[in-house]
């Protein structure tokens, strides 16, 4: 049985895997990557806990990662339309199906990197942070 914030994450990564880009999770970066584009979600920090009293409830303010990676051509366009598409599938639910109180997204700073042999990359951070609270902090 997944803890809440395993729960959370994988609801997250689902999300992110009904985009048309490759949705992975904790992976290294492939030496391919697809024309739509990559993104690969990481964990991140939970952070430190606002703690309540009676009940006693944890909440956190969990900033996990979403790195987008595009390549080509036309890595810009392509870029734009991944990053539009990211915020327009957390846009849909900011609870993931009433895990959290409000998921939200950070802007990214994308980068441009060189790849000998090979057309160019566009990547980006993309911090999300996710708001929920527990019972348990190992939850």
Do not use: N
């Amino acid at each position: 049985m997944s803890t809440p914030r395993e729960t959370i994450l994988a609801t997250l990564h689902a999300r992110l895997a009904s985009l048309p880009a490759t949705a992975l999770r904790g992976d290294v970066l492939p030496e391919r990557v697809p024309s739509a584009g990559l993104l690969i979600l990481r964990d991140g920090e939970p952070g430190e806990p606002e703690v309540t009293l009676s009940p006693l409830r944890y909440h956190y303010q969990h900033r996990a990662e979403i790195e987008a990676v595009v390549q080509g051509a036309d890595r810009d366009a392509t870029f734009d339309t991944l990053c539009a598409s990211i915020g327009a599938a957390l846009a849909s639910d900011h609870t993931l199906d009433g895990l959290c109180d409000w998921v939200e997204a950070e802007a990214p700073r994308p980068v441009d990197l060189a790849v000998e042999g090979a057309a160019g990359l566009k990547a980006a951070v993309i911090p999300v942070v996710l708001h929920y609270s527990l019972a348990d902090p190992l939850g």
